[in-house]
């Protein structure tokens, strides 16, 4: 007769979206260098020798826009993100995490969804087209940087998951326990 061996994961599901999520943000994090390297480049040669780059100038805003929306998914899974609410801090754990479940569900997950949906057929299209910049001399592939929306989405989507998994555990060991 042969034992069936269960066990019970170690490590919670939430866990690993959140450590991937950390992992691809510290990768990420990288653009914030490049972007200080190219402002500092476009400053020069447009302080200096009269000549600035519309290249560098997109290229700016890219770098920028791709920290910022990586960064959201980041600052969901550390907790880093800013809170308004005065009451929240006196919140034991269980009734922050019902708050906070509440918050994810029905305001911040739908508005997610939405982004993730039209962003999609926004960056479709600029991929179908090769999108580039209007400039004659910025940058081509827009459709690159298009697509971070979506991607960034669905990872801020991914991070708010584990959250919400996290909150679920919380509520239910805080039930567990009695406490409220």
Same mark, same amino acid.
């Given at each position: 007769?042969?034992?069936?061996?269960?066990?019970?994961?170690?490590?919670?599901?939430?866990?690993?979206?959140?450590?991937?999520?950390?992992? +691809?943000?510290?990768?990420?994090?990288?653009?914030?260098?490049?972007?200080?390297?190219?402002?500092?480049?476009?400053? %020069?040669?447009?302080? %200096?020798?009269?000549?600035?780059?519309?290249?560098?100038?997109?290229?700016?805003? @890219?770098?920028? +826009?791709? +920290?910022?929306?990586?960064?959201?998914?980041?600052?969901?899974?550390?907790?880093? @993100?800013?809170?308004?609410?005065?009451?929240?801090?006196?919140?034991?754990?269980?009734?922050?995490?019902?708050?906070?479940?509440?918050?994810?569900?029905?305001?911040?997950?739908?508005?997610?969804?939405?982004?993730?949906?039209?962003?999609?057929?926004?960056?479709?299209?600029?991929?179908?087209?090769?999108?580039?910049?209007?400039?004659?001399?910025?940058?081509?592939?827009?459709?690159?940087?298009?697509?971070?929306?979506?991607?960034?989405?669905?990872?801020?989507?991914?991070?708010? %998951? +584990?959250?919400?998994?996290?909150?679920?555990?919380?509520?239910?060991?805080?039930?567990?326990?009695?406490?409220?």
């Amino acid at each position: 007769m042969s034992k069936v061996l269960y066990s019970t994961p170690t490590t919670p599901f939430y866990t690993h979206i959140e450590k991937a999520i950390e992992s +691809a943000s510290k990768v990420l994090a990288w653009t914030n260098l490049a972007l200080v390297a190219v402002i500092i480049i476009q400053v %020069v040669l447009r302080k %200096v020798f009269s000549n600035g780059q519309i290249a560098l100038e997109e290229l700016q805003w @890219h770098l920028y +826009a791709t +920290a910022v929306m990586f960064g959201t998914a980041y600052a969901q899974v550390t907790n880093l @993100h800013v809170r308004v609410d005065i009451l929240f801090q006196k919140f034991s754990a269980r009734k922050k995490a019902i708050v906070d479940s509440f918050g994810l569900l029905f305001l911040a997950m739908p508005f997610v969804i939405v982004v993730i949906l039209h962003s999609y057929d926004f960056a479709y299209e600029s991929w179908r087209v090769n999108e580039s910049s209007a400039s004659p001399s910025g940058l081509p592939y827009r459709w690159l940087i298009k697509s971070v929306i979506p991607l960034s989405f669905v990872m801020l989507l991914c991070a708010m %998951v +584990a959250t919400l998994l996290k909150n679920i555990d919380t509520i239910i060991k805080g039930a567990a326990h009695g406490s409220e």
